[in-house]
């Protein structure tokens, strides 16, 4: 499952809005709209503060995709 989905699909399954998402990364919604759209590069310190907040680390949203790039 690409970060996307399970970007959008956890953020959805705690009740989280972008919106609100932005608000607690401290960015706007635009941009938080670009990240779960893969129209912007994540930066690790995004990610980690992502994670953060879904109460997750960082590679159990994004390690996955990251892996895909590698081969």
């Known amino acids: 499952m690409s970060y996307i989905k399970k970007l959008k699909d956890l953020r959805e399954k705690l009740g989280y809005s972008k919106t609100e998402m932005a608000r607690s990364l401290g ?3 635009t941009y938080y ?3 779960e ?3 912007r590069n994540l ?3 995004m990610a980690y503060r ?4 879904l109460a ?3 590679d ?3 390690y996955d995709e990251f892996n895909k790039s590698l081969d």
């Open 56 to 58: 997750l680390k960082p």
């Open 27 to 29: 960015i706007s919604k």
């Open 37 to 39: 759209h893969k129209k």
């Open 33 to 35: 709209w670009q990240i």
């Open 43 to 45: 930066s690790y310190k």
């Open 50 to 53: 992502i994670a953060e907040i």
């Open 60 to 62: 159990d949203i994004f």
